[in-house]
C-alpha cells in the first residue's frame, strides 16, 4: 500500500492492508449508508459498508468546532470520527445525519466556555435589561437585535472577543512589507505597524489627525495579505466617509455596504462591478520598501519643521506683547547684548540670577559667578539699580530674538534636508506606487462571482467575501449582516470613543483582530444608566466607551499609537486644544496666514438663560455679524452654529440666517466646518453645577473648538465659566490673549431689562436714575413704565396715553359671544394687564403690554398667559409681550406703537 502505511485495513474481520494500494470511503446514495473502497494493484476495486470494516486509527472528537480550509465560518459540531487521519465523519447538532469531510480541508478549534465566564454574561445581562426596560417600542427592537446577536456568537477562542475577555492580546507577525497607497505622515506609518504587531491595537486619532488615511493605509495592508475586514461605527459618517475615500480611488468595488435590512437592499439592488481596465505596471515589493525606507530618515525632519514654525508663531505673539508692555511702560532698553554670546537659556539663568540679586550690591563672588557662569568681565552695568533694572529688561527682549534666530535656523536647517531629500517627490512616489502594487495585486482573472443577493449571500458567504472582503456595518448590525460562525479575519472600530460597549462586543465575536480608533479625549457615549455591578472595573459600560474599555482591560499589553500631525484647523484654533487637553503633542501642519481665527464675544451681565437657551447669545451675535465687515471667505464647508443643548439650537433656527448648520456639539463630531460659532448659554445665575458640569466638560469644549477649520467664535457670558475656572475659563483667555483687539466684542447688546441684574451695564445708568418706584412694585414693570413715557413723549404719538395694572374685565367685554367659559371664569378671577395704551380722547384702549419675567416659563402661568392671549386676539385688542431675558426693548415698543402713528400725527 503506497498511501497511509501507518493505517490497518480490515474487512469483514481480515486484515486487508497488505494487500491494497489505497483505500477510500464515500456515501453511497443508493445504500444511504458510508462505504470503504479498496484499491489493489492490479486497479480492481472492493467496496463493502464501513460498518463491516474497522480502520486503525479511528479516533473520536467531542463538541469542537469546525472550519473549512481557507474558509471564514465555524460550526459546532457534537461528534467526529476520524478515520486514519484521512476522513471525518461530522455529526451537527440538531441532525441526526452524518456528513463525511476529508481531513485536510477541514480543521478542528476548541469551543471554549468564554460565554460562561462572568465578563460575558455580564454583556448579555446587561443586553437583556436595556431590552427589557426600554422606553420605546423602536428602543426596545434595537436592544432585542442586540440579545439575538450576542446569542449567535461563536464560543471561539481565536476570536477578539476572547482576547477582550480573558485580557490575552496575542502577539502579530506582520508579515511581507507594508504599504501606504494613501499617503503617509510619521505617527501614521507607526500606527499602521502597530496594528500588525498585535491582536488588538488601538489608534488614538485626535480631531483633524488623519484617522480615516490611516484606516486606510490598514485596509490597504489586510487586502494585500488577502484577508477579510470589516469597518464599523456607530457613526454613519465615519463610515460613509471610507465609503467615499475607497471610491475616489477606485476600490469601491470591492466594499460590501450593509448593516441593516435597508442597506444590504439598496447594496444588492445594484453590485457594484468589477473595473475592467487593466491596472498600471507596478514596480516590485522590495523597491517600495527601499523607497519607504528612505522616506522614514525625513519624515521626523518633517513633523520637526511644522513644530518649529508653530514654536516661531507663539514666540513671534509673546515678543509683540512684551515690546507692547515695553513701550507703554516707557522701560529704556538702550543695552547692547550680542557681545555677550547668551543663548536663550543662559538667558533666562542670567535673568534669574539678577531677580536673585535684587537691590544688592554687586560682591566679589557675584563677579566670579559673572564670570564663570556668563563670562561677564565688568560688573558695571549691575551696579546701580536703574542700569540692572534696563539690563533685565533688555535681556527679556533678547531672549526672544535669540530663541527666534535659533528656531528659524534650525528650520532652514530641517528645510535644506528635506530639499535635498526631495521629501515631496519620494512621499508622492511612494503613494503612487504603493497604488499601483496593490491594483496589481488585486487584479486576478479568476476573481469570485458576482451572482449574489440579499436572501442567499450569506450561504455562499466564503465566496462573498472573496468578492468582498472589505464589509461595512453599523456595530448593532454586524452580525447580522455575516453569515451563521463566520468569523472575519479584522474588524476596524472608528469612532470608538463614542462606541458603548454592548453592542461594541458584537463586532469583536466575529473577528480574529481588533483595531479601535477613536479619541478618549473627545464626547463620549451616553450610557443608560442601569446599575448593574460589572465583573471588573475596566469592563464597566456604564463608566467606559469600548476605546477607554480596551485601554483599561489590556494596559500596557496593548499598543497605542498617537496621531499628532494635524491638518484641519488654523494654527491657532488648534493650539488651544493642543495646550489644554493633548499635552502639547499635535504639531499643527496647517499655516498661519496672519489671518483673524478666533472671535469672542461675551455677552451683558446678568440673567438671561432660560429653559436651556439664551436669546441674550444669540442677539449678540447677530448684532456682531451685522457690524462684520468683509465677511472671512469660506470654503465649501460653510459655517456651523452648534451649543451644548438642543433647545438653544431649535431657538438658533428661528434667528440666525439660512446659511448657519445647526446642531449639538454630540451630533457634531465627526463634521466640520470653515467657520464655527459655539454658544455655551449658561450665564451668571441659572445654573446648577450639573449643568455647568455637562457644559464645561473637557471633552464637550475640545469637539467644540476643534470643528472650525478657518474660524471659531465663542459667545458666552465670562463670568459663570471665569468663576468655574475649567476649560471654558481657560478657551476665554485664550481667546482674549490670541485674538486682535476687534475680535472681541464685551456686550455688544444691552437690553433695558438688564437694570434688573445687581451689575448692570454702565449704558443703563441713566435710565436707572429716571426709573419711579410708585410705578410698580416690580422693577420690570417700572423700566417699561419709563420707557413707555419717554416714548409717548414723542411727536408721532402725543396723543396716546397708557395706565397700568388695568383688570382685563375693563380691557375687553365679557359679552363677547366667541369667549369660552374657561376665558370668562379667568376674566372674572381679577385678572389684569400690566399696560394698556389708549387714545388720550376717547380712552378707547388700543393694545396690552405684558412684562413676563422668568415665572412666565412655568407651565401654570403660560397656561394663564395664553388664555389672556385669547380673549385679547377675540377682542381684536394686540397684545405686546416683552419678555425680560430680550433686548431691543425700546425698539419693540416703538414697533408695538407705530400701528397708530398715522392716526397722531
Known sequence: ?????????????????????????????????????????????????????????TRELGEMLLKKRNGSIVKPIEKAMIYGERYVLVYYPGTAKPYLHKLDSISFVAQTAIKESSVFRYFATVANARRDRASSSDQQSIAANVVRQLEKLPACADTALYAYCTRQNGKQVPGEGLIYPFG??????????????????????????????????????????????????????????????????????????LGSQENRDNFFTKLPPWPSAEPEAAPEMAEIQEMLARLKQHLHDHNRAAQLQAEIDELNIERRYLQQWQEDSGVPISVPLDKYGLSPRKTADLMAYLSHLGEQRVRLRDRFELLFNFKIFRSKPFAQRDARLSFFHALQMHYYDKALRDKEAALQTCRESLARGNFTALLQALTVNSMCYLKQHLHTPDRASDTFDTKTYRNHFDDFVKRFPIIGSGTHSIVNSIAPGAILDYVIIDEASQQDIVPGILALGCAKNLIVVGDSRQLAHIPVKLDLPAPA????????????????????????????????????????CNQQFYDNELIPMTQDKSEAPLRLVLTAKGNHTRKNTNQRELDSLLKVLDGEGEPIELDKDGRGFISPFRAQVKLSGSCLPADFVKDTVHKFQGRECDEIVFSTVLDKKRHNQERLDFVDDPRMVNVAVSRAKSRFTLVTGDEVFTANNGHIAALIRYVEYYAEDGQIARAPVVSAFDLLYREFDQSLARLQARLRPEDSRFQSEQIVAQLLREALSEEPYRTLTYHAQVRLNQVTSSINPALTKRELAFMRNRASCDFVVYFKVGKTPLGVIEVDGGSHDRPEQAMRDALKNSILTKSNIPILRLRTVESHIEEKIDGFLAQWASATQ
Open 184 to 257: 503617509v505622515n510619521e505617527s501614521q506609518l507607526a500606527a499602521v505597524e502597530q496594528a500588525f504587531s498585535a491582536q488588538i491595537s488601538v489608534i488614538e486619532g485626535p480631531p483633524g489627525t488623519g484617522k480615516t488615511q490611516t484606516i486606510l493605509n490598514i485596509l490597504a495592508n489586510i487586502l494585500l495579505r488577502g484577508k477579510t475586514v470589516a469597518v464599523l461605527s456607530n457613526n454613519n459618517a465615519a463610515v460613509e466617509n471610507v465609503y467615499n475615500k475607497l471610491e475616489k480611488f477606485s476600490l469601491d468595488h470591492l466594499v460590501a455596504k
Open 537 to 576: 472595573d475596566a469592563y464597566d459600560c456604564e463608566r467606559y466607551s469600548l476605546l477607554d474599555s480596551c485601554i483599561a482591560v489590556f494596559q500596557d499589553a496593548v499598543p497605542r499609537t498617537l496621531l499628532k500631525e494635524h491638518y484641519r484647523c488654523h494654527p491657532r484654533i488648534i493650539q488651544f
Open 1 to 57: 500500500m503506497n498511501k497511509g502505511r501507518m493505517v490497518s485495513i480490515h474487512v469483514d474481520g481480515e486484515d486487508k492492508t497488505a494487500q491494497i494500494s489505497d483505500w477510500t470511503i464515500a456515501w453511497s446514495k443508493k445504500d444511504e449508508a458510508l462505504q470503504l473502497t479498496c484499491h489493489f494493484p492490479s486497479k480492481k476495486t472492493y467496496t463493502r459498508p464501513l460498518s463491516d470494516c474497522r480502520i486503525v486509527p
